[in-house]
């Protein structure tokens, strides 16, 4: 315990909630770039930017590569109910996450709840997902995805690296020296 202003305040060792700045940038940015493709594209338009990147406007009423994007319409409350799940499991883990681990699962974490609550926005707004990131390569062309399954990713790729390089006594700092 200590005190600040006369009142006590409790030290406590756990708790990630300062990483949640990090989820509402994920949100704000995401949400922003989704209205200001839509507002200039129609759905299926497309502008060149680069030799490997268009922006394309797309409607997802699926997940992840338009995984159950045919189905009868049940998939949108399903997805919205199981990224509402992973936020509510994800902020808990954030509450209860010990310090030492602030430096990589905190941000990861915080950017999968960004990502996941930016396209839980979009079903729920709009009964689809907004996507018009789209790269490709002589004539293979990656599905279409936002900023917000960006932000997924990354959170992803950070679990699974802080997963293998910091287990059984092992540092990620010592593996990056």
């Known amino acids: 315990m200590s005190e600040v202003n006369g009142n006590t305040v409790r ?4 708790g990630a909630w300062p990483w949640l700045w990090l989820s ?6 995401d949400q922003v770039s989704k209205y200001l493709v839509s507002s200039q594209l129609a759905v299926y338009d497309s502008i060149r930017l680069l ?3 268009n922006l394309t406007l797309l409607h997802n009423t699926g997940a ?6 045919g189905a009868s319409g049940w998939q949108r409350w399903f997805f919205i109910l199981l990224a509402l799940a992973v936020s509510v499991a994800i902020i ?4 209860y996450l010990p310090r030492q681990q602030h430096r990589w699962r905190a941000p990861a974490l915080a950017l ?11 079903r729920v707004w709009h009964g689809y997902v907004i996507d018009f990131i789209q790269l490709h390569y002589h ?6 995805f936002n900023l917000a399954d960006s932000a997924i990713t990354l959170g992803a790729i950070m679990l699974i ?12 700092s010592d593996w990056l020296k």
């Not at 030290?11 to 756990?14: A, L, R």
């Not at 808990?92 to 509450?95: A, E, F, G, P, Q």
Request: charged residues 15%; aromatic residues 16%.
């Open 64 to 69: 992840a590569w338009s995984f159950l994007a």
């Open 161 to 172: 690296i802080e997963g293998l390089f910091t287990g059984r006594g092992r540092r990620l």
């Open 92 to 95: 808990l883990w954030l509450r």
């Open 51 to 53: 030799p490997v990147f």
């Open 112 to 122: 999968v709840l960004g990502g996941a609550l930016g396209n839980v926005i979009d």
């Open 24 to 29: 509402v940038a994920v949100i704000a940015l």
């Open 11 to 14: 030290k406590t060792k756990h």
């Open 139 to 144: 004539g293979w062309y990656y599905p279409a």
